[in-house]
């Protein structure tokens, strides 16, 4: 049973510059960076982050008890520019560092927030837990989310709580990449970055990227290991590397060749594959050429239900007792109920008229990954334009929840009440 989830970014400060890891502007102590004193930049605007990916691996009790949040606790750090947390890597990362006894249990239970990363309904989540149900020889695989803006019930939220207190007193800056730095200090976005190893791939940024940040991974990791949760010592790994990711792909494109997971993958054409639902139907028993015999004993395996989705009962909701056991549905899903409800009302229009002349900027749909343009009224100013390349890079979007996004973003005052629109290329009726 694991519970994931990803921490808030930890900003590393430029070169000499560093910055308070907790975001908070006060003076801290610069934990084995320098001996200029207490001091920390009184600003966070810079392109290297550290992601820590926290998950609980827990043994569920005998009897329902407080140790249902107790378990192993991992938390793996994450150059924010080259390592960014995706589906496979974070299901890569499970296979990772999953022990003997972790392939020996044919069960697994998947516990998140439902974020972009782990978004039951996208199809990268879909065929990275379909790899990971292959990799493990599963016989029963169970991921689950939170119900919206309650991620606090999330138990690996509060191994997070625990990890506070290893940020507490700490600045950290990058390290001095010596005949490069020169060329690094001008690259401001992340984005940046990753088109400088684009244009000139005779140059590793993304090793420089690892290397400016090992003095402030030293320090975090060596903070972290000093904590404990729950009597467990809390373990700090390494994320998984393109060759792990891309042999857990592999799973998928061994059984299905149709699909190209080095380019973005269109849930649509995958749920039209012919065989694809093949393998919802037939794994279930053992006639199922996707992978090997079933391992639990026949009576335990043919006791296993589905996992039912929440069903209203008046103003509340069913007992999970009344409803363990019945036939899903999907009748009572959020998604598909706003669906239902945005078809019989008439969608919001442009504050101002859209045009080509007004497009400035494109942001990625991380859902489906079709871009979405940007428009605003008026010409963007270069200082304004700085803030909303800082603003995009640093979130995940998706569709549904673009428009409140920048919506809220335009009534920044940096912006100057200027209105911010956002349309979607492929579908001009959908806002």
């Not at 207190?165 to 990753?194: C, D, F, M, P, T």
């Not at 400016?212 to 904590?227: A, F, I, N």
């Not at 093949?278 to 391992?295: G, V, Y």
Request: glycine fraction near 4%; charge should be neutral.
């Amino acid at each position: 049973m694991y519970f994931l989830d990803d921490k808030s970014s930890i900003p590393v400060g430029y070169a000499g510059a560093p910055v308070s890891a907790t975001r908070k502007q006060r003076a801290v102590l610069m934990a084995g960076l320098n001996e200029r004193g207490l001091n920390t930049m009184d600003h966070d605007n810079v392109p290297q982050h550290i992601i820590p990916s926290v998950s609980i691996k827990l043994t569920p009790p005998k009897v329902l008890s407080n140790e249902w949040y107790a378990g192993k606790p991992t938390i793996i750090l994450k150059d924010a520019i080259f390592e960014t947390s995706t589906a496979f890597r974070h299901a890569a990362e499970l296979v990772k560092y999953a022990d003997e006894e972790d392939r020996k249990n044919p069960i697994v239970f998947i516990g998140t927030d439902g974020g972009p990363n782990h978004n039951v309904t996208s199809i990268q989540v879909i065929l990275s837990y379909i790899a990971l149900f292959i990799e493990h020889d599963l016989d029963y695989l169970c991921a689950v989310r939170t119900p919206p803006n309650f991620s606090i019930i999330n138990p690996a939220e509060r191994l997070m709580c625990t990890a506070n207190i290893a940020l507490i007193g700490v600045s950290l800056a990058r390290n001095h990449l010596g005949s490069y730095e020169q060329k690094v200090r001008s690259l401001l976005l992340k984005k940046q970055w990753r088109n400088a190893q684009d244009k000139h791939p005779e140059v590793d940024y993304r090793k420089l990227a690892r290397d400016g940040l090992k003095d402030s991974l030293d320090v975090l990791t060596h903070r972290l290991e000093s904590l404990t949760y729950k009597g467990e010592k809390v373990f700090v790994g390494e994320p998984a590397n393109d060759h792990e990711i891309t042999y857990l792909k592999q799973q998928i494109s061994r059984i299905w060749p149709e699909i190209d997971l080095s380019s973005k993958v269109c849930k649509s054409q995958v749920l039209n594959i012919g065989y694809f639902r093949e393998f919802f139907d037939k794994h279930t028993d053992d006639s199922c050429r996707f992978h090997k015999s079933i391992r639990l004993l026949n009576d335990i395996f043919n006791s296993l239900m589905w996992l039912h989705t929440p069903q209203p009962d008046g103003e509340k909701y069913k007992d999970f007792a009344d409803v363990h056991g019945t036939e899903p549905n999907d009748d009572h899903v959020p998604s598909k109920q706003n669906s239902k409800s945005s078809s019989t009302t008439e969608q919001p229009k442009p504050p101002f008229p859209l045009s080509y002349t007004r497009a400035r900027k494109i942001v990625i749909c991380t859902d489906c990954e079709f871009p979405r343009l940007l428009h605003t009224k008026c010409a963007i100013d270069k200082t304004v334009a700085a803030e909303i390349d800082k603003y995009i890079d640093e979130k995940l979007y998706i569709v549904e929840h673009l428009w409140n996004h920048f919506r809220m973003f335009s009534e920044t005052p940096s912006l100057n009440a200027m209105i911010l629109f956002l349309c979607t290329i492929i579908k001009p009726g959908l806002f």
